[in-house]
T-cell receptor
Framework: GEDVEQSLFLSVREGDSSVINCTYT??????LYWYKQEPGAGLQLLTYIFSNMDMKQDQRLTVLLNKKDKHLSLRIADTQTGDSAIYFCAESQAGANSKLTFGKGITLSVRP | GAVVSQHPSRVICKSGTSVKIECRSL??????MFWYRQFPKQSLMLMATSNEGSKATYEQGVEKDKFLINHASLTLSTLTVTSAHPEDSSFYIC????????????FGPGTRLTVL
């Protein structure tokens, strides 16, 4: 079955880079997503990558996909205090209309 | 960008009562809406998928008679928690998509339900 794994907590200093990792088990995953959730709020889509891509960069965000190892990472450059939130990776097999399977989420804490 | 709203944002009710949560797509027509449940410090679990004008598809283990979902229009889906109990207390989040295989799911801000 589908399963998405993430570690739970990461603390970084403001200005440093943050790297958040995620592994998934479903080799038929077609789309992989990164979402951000601030306290008491819904989810904000940060970026996504198709499974036929290795890397995608969008301003301060870089997504790396190792399909062989089923490993997804999100690098945030120049991390700011406003980046403090919970980050979820998610996967789906056929785009947004199909079900999203979420990882457990990792809490990113940015200290001044 | 596409905006999804939820109402109410927070509700407290007594055990045994029913609670309705609304999910609206404000600036687009949502052919598909999803309802998720999130327990504290945990991930989102999909409860059901609803398509406008048809019955919702529930995930395994979700009681369809307890969590009634109606997607009567292209901009509104409702989730009714019937005969709520304290174990139903949770954060309920909806998402909506316009359709198409590459379309994005846009999430609402969530509804915090507390059942006393």
């Amino acid at each position: 079955g589908e399963d998405v794994e993430q570690s739970l907590f990461l603390s970084v200093r403001e200005g440093d880079s943050s790297v958040i990792n995620c592994t998934y088990t479903d080799s038929s995953s077609t789309y992989l997503y990164w979402y951000k959730q601030e306290p008491g709020a819904g989810l904000q889509l940060l970026t996504y990558i198709f499974s036929n891509m290795d890397m995608k960069q969008d301003q301060r965000l870089t997504v790396l996909l190792n399909k062989k190892d089923k490993h997804l990472s999100l690098r945030i450059a120049d991390t700011q205090t406003g980046d403090s939130a919970i980050y979820f990776c998610a996967e789906s097999q056929a785009g947004a209309n199909s079900k999203l399977t979420f990882g457990k989420g990792i809490t990113l804490s940015v200290r001044p | 960008g596409a905006v999804v709203s939820q109402h109410p944002s927070r509700v407290i009710c007594k055990s045994g009562t029913s609670v309705k949560i609304e999910c609206r797509s404000l600036d687009f027509q949502a052919t598909t809406m999803f309802w998720y449940r999130q327990f504290p410090k945990q991930s989102l679990m999909l409860m059901a998928t609803s398509n406008e004008g048809s019955k919702a598809t529930y995930e395994q283990g979700v009681e369809k008679d307890k969590f009634l979902i109606n997607h009567a229009s292209l901009t509104l889906s409702t989730l009714t928690v019937t005969s709520a109990h304290p174990e139903d207390s949770s954060f309920y989040i909806c998402s909506a998509t316009e359709g198409g295989s590459t379309d994005t799911q846009y999430f609402g801000p969530g509804t915090r339900l507390t059942v006393l």
